[in-house]
């Protein structure tokens, strides 16, 4: 693709970085925001960079948060003894558009995936494990997509924690085999936190 502009080429190439976006994508976006009101972009590039280095992970959660805690940790009407174990921050947002969840979360950042090269140790599973160890939960609600990876993970956190006193359990099968939890409807998610059942049942099916 030939550019007029070196300015507009380096835009383009950066802004294909972006999942799912190609070069041609990223060009009508670099024209449409050279369409725009100059301060919106100078705005967008400002919000971006703020974002970038003002951003902090929850210390208890790992959640995205503006504080050291995020305001789900911070609130006292939140259940702090059941944790649900989610990948990242869009499963926390879906489940919260439920609004039929009243515990903690714990964001893993991922999922076990030995092709991608995603191993325990690259997620946040050993403070999960020190929680349990501490005695600091009741309840473990297994969240991940109905994927091989995601039952490898519960797997995996199960075993470690398998010897404590803490009650398991993963959402209802409500969410089809293959199934990213951020695209399932309020209601289905919604359900499938309430009809959760004992994780060691999943294990025999």
Known sequence: ?????????????????????????????ILHLLNQPEEQTVDLAQALVKLRTEIKFCKNCHNI??????????SSKRQSEIVCVVEDIRDVMAIENTQQYKGLYHVLGGKIS????????????ESLVKKVKEGKIDEIIFALSSTMEGD???????KQIQNYEVKTSSIARGISVGDEL?????????????NRQPFETTLKS
Request: net charge negative.
């Open 65 to 74: 948060s503006d504080s050291e805690l995020c305001e789900i940790c911070q």
């Open 114 to 125: 030995p092709m991608d090269g995603v191993g325990p140790q690259n997620l946040n599973i």
């Open 152 to 158: 490898t993970t519960n797997f995996y956190i199960y």
């Open 182 to 194: 951020e695209f399932a409807d309020e209601i289905t998610l919604g359900r499938s936190i309430i």
């Open 1 to 29: 693709m030939d550019y007029s502009s070196k300015l507009l080429e380096n835009a383009v190439e950066e802004m294909a970085r972006f999942p799912g976006v190609g070069k041609r994508s990223a060009l009508r976006l």
